[in-house]
């Protein structure tokens, strides 16, 4: 079992790293099953719910989860199922679907689980943080000596972390946008202004990303982390669009899950893909696989 954490309140990309390991995994010739707790879904079923089996994407928002709903959708090849109890999930991922694999998503905390790597994402502003209530933290920087290695979110630490702990990179970039509703409208034309809408722990960070890539953000409206969109809320975003001139809206992967239900939307909402590499990626591809092989020995 893999697990892939953080030590602070969110805001650490675990969502998009597991998406990435797990696409190196299906790369390699495993079939990875991610184990999420689907934190945010409205309906919480008895059993497990499979929200993909590797294959097809088999349950919608209310069952899945934003996360889950996501990550389904964007790792083919990967089996993606949520319960709150993740050994229950894992177990029907083996033994039912043939996962080879346990992706633990947001699992550094989830100590009744065993795992054979501990994969703890981690920005430098974290290594001077405290606990809460005095801090963002969720445990002392202390703890980050359980991990098998860091993946740093930012420009690496010249100290702070374990010194023996390997060290990767995270490396984000935004990909071209996709209309929410494909069959209404197409690419985006050069020179638009757009507004941003993030749902998302540290919001302000997708507009900051669109500006650095280009974009001329002419409005920007952000909800709360897994925030549950109403059609008032729709409506509000069109019309801060609108009323700053914006000809498009562009939103975070995430937030177009929790978006789509509200088809046909009263703006042209465009979701932009998280790009995101875990360098040097051919030392990451080795520490992995490592990792795997000395589990199954």
Avoid: C
Avoid at 135 to 164: H, N, Q, S, T
Avoid at 244 to 250: I, N, Y
Wanted: aromatic letters at 4%; zero cysteines; proline letters at 7%.
């Amino acid at each position: 079992m893999i697990s892939v954490g953080n030590i602070s309140m969110g805001g650490r990309g675990k969502t998009p790293i597991v998406a990435e390991v797990a696409r190196r995994l299906v790369a390699a010739g495993e079939r990875p099953a991610i184990l999420s707790r689907g934190y945010g879904r409205r309906v919480t079923a008895d059993g497990v719910v499979v929200v993909s089996d590797g294959a097809r994407v088999l349950a919608d928002l209310d069952r899945a989860g934003d996360e889950p709903l996501l990550l389904a959708h964007s790792v083919p090849g990967a089996i993606v199922v949520v319960n709150d109890s993740r050994q229950l999930a894992g177990a029907l991922a083996e033994r039912s679907l043939g996962a080879t694999v346990h992706l633990l998503d947001d699992g550094f905390q989830h100590l009744q689980l065993a795992r054979d790597l501990d994969l703890v994402s981690i920005a430098p502003e974290d290594l001077r943080d405290r606990p809460a209530p005095f801090g963002r933290l969720r445990e002392p920087v202390a703890a980050l000596a359980d991990a098998d290695a860091l993946v740093i979110d930012g420009e690496p630490p010249a100290a702070g972390g374990p010194a023996a702990t390997p060290m990767f990179t995270l490396r984000r970039t935004l990909g071209t946008p996709v209309p929410i509703e494909a069959d209404r409208f197409g690419p985006i034309a050069a020179g638009t202004a757009v507004s941003s809408v993030a749902g998302i722990a540290r919001p302000e960070r997708f507009r900051d990303a669109l500006v650095a890539a280009g974009w001329t953000v002419a409005a920007q409206t952000t909800f709360g982390d897994h925030h549950r969109y109403r059609a008032a809320d729709v409506d509000r975003i069109g019309s801060a669009a609108r009323a700053a001139g914006a000809g498009v809206v562009l939103t975070t992967e995430k937030d177009a899950m929790r978006l789509r239900p509200f088809r046909p939307l009263p703006i042209a909402i465009y979701s932009v893909p998280l790009v995101v590499d875990l360098l040097p990626a051919a030392e990451f591809d080795r520490w992995l696989s490592a990792g795997l092989e000395a589990s199954r020995s």
